[in-house]
């Protein structure tokens, strides 16, 4: 690029150089012209030798414009050449080729007009930061591969790579010539590019498994914050260390490792691995890596923690076993209550035989069987009396444990309608703990869950209307459910209310 603006800028000098010529020769041609008639013959020739050298530059100079021309405007990069001005916009431009125009949207012309970094750096801190920059491109500062951000005619960002160099010309006017290459396309594919690098490695960092990334020589290329954190190291630190010196502390790698398997076959390998350094169990498996030939390089290593399984397996384990010695023992016993209940009943039957042979041992036996009947009632006595313990268990349970809390919901929920089941709720349970309950669900089984819905709504007060908004259904299909209750019930053709039927069945 260096080489490419040196030579322009030569080009340009030429070319001035030739206009100079040119402008000279002009005015001495008119001169000539002037005083054709005071000439000699020879001054005459000397004056049609100037004349053909006029035309031989003015061609040159043609042919070099063109060439320049030519080497501008098919210039891949944006190309400009600009001086400084003291009028607005302080800066005009000299050469403006198409590929400028494409980048920012604007002619030379309206470039001219309206001002370059007044146009293109529209945000005033940014426009203030290119003035500067701008002033000591003057002063002789080079930008090369300057990156910059545009703001387009039509508002688009584009990004622009900038190289500068300057000249002065035969007037001492200084120039600065510019190529700007509009790198967008590839700035926007650099930070998608570094968005997904950034993206995967987040993901690779989220993964609570431990993974590391290993060469072929065992060396560890990259970790996971995961596996770092369990080596009690960084990400960095753990590059290029031995995993098996770190992981295992050991000189070479174990005869277990999967790594080693993987770098012989090539293949995927798993394995489960009791780490004591760090304090657990692991299923390890290995996944090959390749480079862009083919070659494998190294693996991918994850380790998985199944600490946790292990234990519960080796718990489950251990509670099948007592399970199982629980189940023996309980078999055993029931095998001994068995046999000694065949020999009480075969003692039995012995004891029935002889009363037909003896009246005392007759009475004997009766007296036994006595307190056999005695000993039975006192265990129906005692089975009675648990049963009433369970029932008062059950009913103070209900009492303390469920209800109170159940008080609590109704008086922490605001909707109406929650309060309203959580109400029916309460009464259903008070209800199990009721003879009201049994009842029903007794002597009333024949009724569908629907018709036991509404007849308990009916015994609790509700209205049809209030009923049908809680079961979310038409008023008329509350009738109708309780038209089926009555004929259920038998109370058709009898003049009962319905509600203070269903109350006294809780009485």
Same mark, same amino acid.
């Given at each position: 690029?260096?080489?490419?603006?040196?030579?322009? *800028?030569?080009?340009?000098?030429?070319?001035?150089?030739?206009?100079?010529?040119?402008?000279?020769?002009?005015?001495?041609?008119?001169?000539?012209?002037?005083?054709?008639?005071?000439?000699?013959?020879?001054?005459?020739?000397?004056?049609?030798?100037?004349?053909? *050298?006029?035309?031989?530059?003015?061609?040159?100079?043609?042919?070099?414009?063109?060439?320049?021309?030519?080497?501008?405007?098919?210039?891949?990069?944006?190309?400009?050449?600009?001086? +400084?001005?003291?009028?607005?916009?302080?800066?005009?431009?000299?050469?403006?080729?198409?590929?400028?125009?494409?980048?920012?949207?604007?002619?030379?012309?309206?470039?001219?007009?309206?001002?370059?970094?007044?146009?293109?750096?529209?945000?005033? *801190?940014?426009?203030?930061?290119?003035?500067?920059?701008?002033?000591?491109?003057?002063?002789?500062?080079?930008?090369?591969?300057?990156?910059?951000?545009?703001?387009?005619?039509?508002?688009?960002?584009?990004? %622009?790579?900038?190289?500068?160099?300057?000249?002065?010309?035969?007037?001492?006017?200084?120039?600065?010539?510019?190529?700007?290459?509009?790198?967008?396309?590839?700035?926007?594919?650099?930070?998608?590019?570094?968005?997904?690098?950034?993206?995967?490695?987040?993901?690779?960092?989220?993964?609570?498994?431990?993974? +590391?990334?290993?060469?072929?020589?065992?060396?560890?290329?990259?970790?996971?914050?995961?596996?770092?954190?369990?080596?009690?190291?960084?990400?960095?630190?753990?590059?290029?260390?031995?995993?098996?010196?770190?992981?295992?502390?050991?000189?070479?790698?174990?005869?277990?490792?999967?790594?080693?398997?993987?770098?012989?076959?090539?293949?995927?390998?798993?394995?489960?691995?009791?780490?004591?350094?760090?304090?657990?169990?692991?299923?390890?498996?290995?996944?090959?890596?390749?480079?862009?030939?083919?070659?494998?390089?190294?693996?991918?290593?994850?380790?998985?923690?199944?600490?946790?399984?292990?234990?519960?397996?080796?718990?489950?384990?251990?509670?099948?076993?007592?399970?199982?010695?629980?189940?023996?023992?309980?078999?055993?016993?029931?095998?001994?209550?068995?046999?000694?209940?065949?020999?009480?009943?075969?003692?039995?039957?012995?004891?029935?035989?002889?009363?037909?042979?003896?009246?005392?041992?007759?009475?004997?036996?009766?007296?036994?069987?006595?307190?056999?009947?005695?000993?039975?009632?006192?265990?129906?006595?005692?089975?009675?009396?648990?049963?009433?313990?369970?029932?008062?268990?059950?009913?103070?349970?209900?009492?303390?444990?469920?209800?109170?809390?159940?008080?609590?919901?109704?008086?922490?929920?605001?909707?109406?309608?929650?309060?309203?089941?959580?109400?029916?709720?309460?009464?259903?349970?008070?209800?199990?703990?009721?003879?009201?309950?049994?009842?029903?669900?007794?002597?009333?089984?024949?009724?569908?869950?629907?018709?036991?819905?509404?007849?308990?709504?009916?015994?609790?007060?509700?209205?049809?209307?209030?009923?049908?908004?809680?079961?979310?259904?038409?008023?008329?299909?509350?009738?109708?459910?309780?038209?089926?209750?009555?004929?259920?019930?038998? %109370?058709?053709?009898?003049?009962?209310?319905?509600?203070?039927?269903?109350?006294?069945?809780?009485?």
């Amino acid at each position: 690029m260096d080489d490419e603006n040196k030579s322009l *800028e030569r080009k340009i000098l030429d070319l001035e150089k030739l206009l100079e010529e040119s402008k000279e020769l002009a005015n001495y041609y008119k001169k000539i012209s002037e005083d054709t008639g005071k000439r000699s013959l020879r001054e005459i020739d000397h004056l049609s030798a100037l004349i053909a *050298e006029k035309k031989r530059l003015e061609q040159e100079l043609r042919q070099e414009s063109s060439f320049l021309n030519s080497i501008i405007e098919k210039a891949a990069e944006g190309l400009c050449v600009w001086h +400084a001005t003291k009028e607005y916009p302080y800066m005009r431009f000299i050469v403006w080729n198409d590929r400028m125009t494409d980048i920012s949207g604007y002619t030379m012309e309206e470039i001219n007009r309206l001002g370059w970094y007044q146009s293109v750096y529209p945000d005033p *801190e940014i426009q203030a930061q290119a003035i500067e920059l701008l002033a000591r491109v003057r002063q002789g500062l080079t930008l090369n591969h300057e990156e910059r951000e545009i703001t387009r005619i039509n508002g688009e960002k584009r990004f %622009l790579n900038i190289s500068t160099s300057s000249f002065t010309t035969t007037e001492g006017i200084t120039h600065i010539l510019a190529l700007m290459d509009d790198i967008t396309e590839r700035k926007r594919t650099e930070t998608a590019i570094l968005g997904a690098k950034e993206e995967w490695e987040r993901t690779f960092d989220a993964v609570p498994d431990l993974i +590391a990334i290993l060469d072929d020589k065992f060396r560890i290329v990259k970790t996971n914050r995961a596996m770092a954190e369990t080596l009690g190291l960084t990400p960095d630190e753990a590059v290029g260390l031995l995993c098996y010196k770190k992981v295992h502390g050991t000189t070479e790698p174990p005869p277990f490792c999967p790594h080693a398997k993987l770098l012989l076959d090539g293949q995927a390998h798993t394995v489960e691995v009791h780490e004591e350094g760090q304090g657990g169990d692991f299923f390890v498996s290995v996944s090959p890596r390749y480079d862009y030939r083919g070659r494998l390089i190294g693996s991918v290593h994850v380790a998985h923690d199944i600490t946790a399984s292990k234990q519960a397996e080796a718990e489950l384990q251990k509670t099948h076993a007592e399970l199982e010695q629980k189940i023996y023992e309980r078999t055993r016993e029931l095998s001994i209550a068995n046999e000694k209940m065949h020999q009480e009943i075969n003692e039995r039957r012995l004891v029935e035989a002889s009363l037909n042979v003896k009246e005392k041992e007759l009475k004997h036996q009766a007296d036994h069987l006595d307190k056999i009947n005695t000993a039975l009632k006192v265990l129906l006595e005692h089975r009675d009396e648990e049963k009433r313990r369970l029932e008062e268990s059950v009913f103070l349970n209900v009492k303390k444990l469920i209800i109170p809390y159940l008080d609590k919901l109704v008086a922490g929920v605001p909707n109406s309608h929650a309060k309203t089941y959580l109400d029916i709720i309460k009464i259903n349970l008070e209800n199990l703990i009721s003879p009201f309950a049994s009842k029903l669900s007794y002597k009333h089984l024949n009724l569908t869950p629907t018709e036991m819905q509404v007849a308990d709504f009916v015994r609790n007060g509700h209205t049809n209307k209030e009923i049908a908004l809680h079961l979310n259904v038409s008023i008329e299909a509350v009738s109708f459910h309780r038209k089926n209750i009555r004929k259920k019930l038998g %109370l058709t053709k009898i003049k009962t209310n319905l509600r203070s039927y269903l109350q006294k069945l809780s009485d």
